[in-house]
């Protein structure tokens, strides 16, 4: 029987990721505690059999259980629920206890709550956690921000449960108030950007080039050996890889077209824009998610207008390292757009982010873990303000080799009605970055003539503003 006080930490929500995260604190020799309102959720937590481990339902009871300063981790949906959980928790807790947020909480909502908890005498983190229900039990990327002095006290406790890269811990106090959630929801921009480009390489290798699952099975195998070696891609190639009992084609062949979004894509995408920060790619790739919903409309629009040239005549094999060219320059930009975005917002909302630390822990633990964040961690080690990974010198050179590829791949699909948004929006994106003279003078121009909004001229100090109509102009 365990005594009052004894546990180390407490988990709110007992399902499947509050279950494996308290699972793991206790491999690692914490006594822990948690609380569900659902009893048959507390039963399979009690029904481990665990002695270090105890679930309850009465909340009272639990807070006793845990020693003080109190640390309370959320696992619960983002929203209301998180501010209801909280004004139930005050009710049991003391000032000066720890209470973690550790769902996808947008981080405007994190900021309103760390000034209040802060102002009622209670420490507040916001902790953004990657790796799903793998991670959870094994070892997450854990992204916490907020009240440092708490941080200091639950840190032994999160580096012990976190994944580790070279004997490094993938846990790191990300900066100020709303830190960790704004890092973690921008992580989980470049994620569906990434998706994105995996499912526009599967419609080139499939309809394309015509190629069976087992090819694009081994395509996903061979590329997740080299330079693209990431998760997303170590799991790719194993969907192709399961078929039902029974079954004669890959499981993905039966599976709705129709992709569902948790919210966390459309935040960073809202979030880049209050920001006047350019993250195309990212934007694309959420909006492919919104039109996967329209089937219906998509049904009848493929019968009034037909593709009867998708397949890629005369392709060799070699047209495959195309594609992993292609693919490289456009998860490249995903992940610099991604990036430039935790750039503006540090200045912008005074994190004291450190881009380094972000591409360090992301490289174990989290969905988007890659061999490519070590040359991001690598840039950033060099270059602690380095603005944009396009700027850094060895990104440029691996960048430069691939944009044949990547003009290859866009021009072939284009010509054969095959949709890449994601892949040629990451092609113009860096072709207007590079772009010394952009044609958005003539906007300004626009914008004068029909608005008087006026426009800055080249050379000369000053704002202006032009009388456009011509009299007795030709039509």
């Known amino acids: 029987m365990k005594l009052d006080n004894e546990n180390a930490f407490g988990m709110i929500g007992l399902g499947t990721m509050g279950s494996n995260l308290l699972q793991n604190i ?6 822990c505690a948690g609380y569900d309102n659902s009893t048959d959720k507390v039963e399979s937590l009690n029904n481990l059999k665990r002695d270090t481990i105890q679930g309850f339902s009465d909340l009272k009871a639990f807070a006793r259980s845990l020693k003080s300063p109190r640390i309370v981790m959320m696992l619960v949906p983002a929203g209301n629920i998180v501010d209801d959980v ?8 003391d000032l000066g206890d720890i209470i973690i947020d550790g769902g996808n909480s947008h981080f405007t909502d994190t900021e ?4 209040s908890l802060k102002e009622k005498g209670y420490h507040f983190i916001g902790m953004g956690v990657s ?7 094994k070892g997450p990327s854990m992204m916490p921000g907020g009240d440092k002095k708490a941080y200091e006290i639950v840190v032994p406790i999160l580096k012990k449960i976190a994944a580790h890269v070279n004997g490094d811990a993938t846990v790191a106090y990300m900066g100020e108030r709303s830190a960790g959630h704004f890092v973690k929801m921008v992580h989980n921009g470049i994620e569906y950007a990434l998706m994105q480009l995996i499912s526009e390489t599967y419609e080139i290798l499939k309809n394309g080039l015509k190629y069976s ?10 590329w997740n050996e080299g330079r693209l070696q990431s998760y997303l891609l170590d799991i790719t190639r194993d969907i192709f890889a399961y078929k039902q009992e029974g079954k004669t084609d890959a499981l993905v062949n039966d599976i709705s077209d129709q992709a569902k979004a948790k919210g966390t894509g459309k935040w960073t995408s809202q979030a880049a824009m209050d920001l006047n920060c350019p993250i195309p790619t990212i934007d694309i790739s959420v909006s492919m998610r919104d039109l996967s919903h329209y089937k219906e409309l998509r049904v009848k629009a493929s019968k009034m207008y037909p593709n009867n040239n ?8 070699d047209y495959v390292d195309v594609l992993e060219q292609a693919f490289y320059f456009s998860m490249v930009s995903a992940y610099a757009q991604g990036m430039h975005l935790l750039f503006k917002a540090n200045e912008e909302f005074k994190y004291d982010l450190n881009l380094d630390l972000i591409a360090k822990i992301w490289r174990g633990g989290c969905i988007i873990r890659s061999a490519f964040l070590e040359d991001i961690f690598t840039a950033y080690q ?19 080799k691939s944009i044949a590829g990547i003009r290859t791949i866009v021009s072939d699909a284009v010509l054969h009605g095959i949709a890449i948004p994601a892949f040629s929006t990451s092609l113009s994106y860096f072709d207007n970055f590079r772009c010394a003279s952009m044609p958005t003078n003539l906007i300004q121009a626009q914008r004068d003539y029909f608005g008087a909004h006026t426009y800055e001229l080249i050379g000369k100090q000053g704002v202006f503003h032009t009388i456009w109509e011509i009299e007795n102009k030709v039509e």
């Open 26 to 31: 206790a491999d690692n020799g914490y006594h």
């Open 112 to 115: 309103r709550r760390n000034l």
């Open 131 to 137: 790796g799903g229900e793998e991670g959870a039990r």
């Open 86 to 93: 909280i004004d139930e928790l005050l009710q049991v807790l």
């Open 213 to 222: 699952d087992v090819e694009i099975h081994d395509v996903f195998k061979k």
């Open 382 to 400: 060099k270059e602690a303000k380095l603005e944009h990974l396009f700027l850094d010198d060895s990104i440029h050179n691996n960048l430069t």
């Open 310 to 317: 998708l397949h890629y005549d005369a392709k060799g094999e």
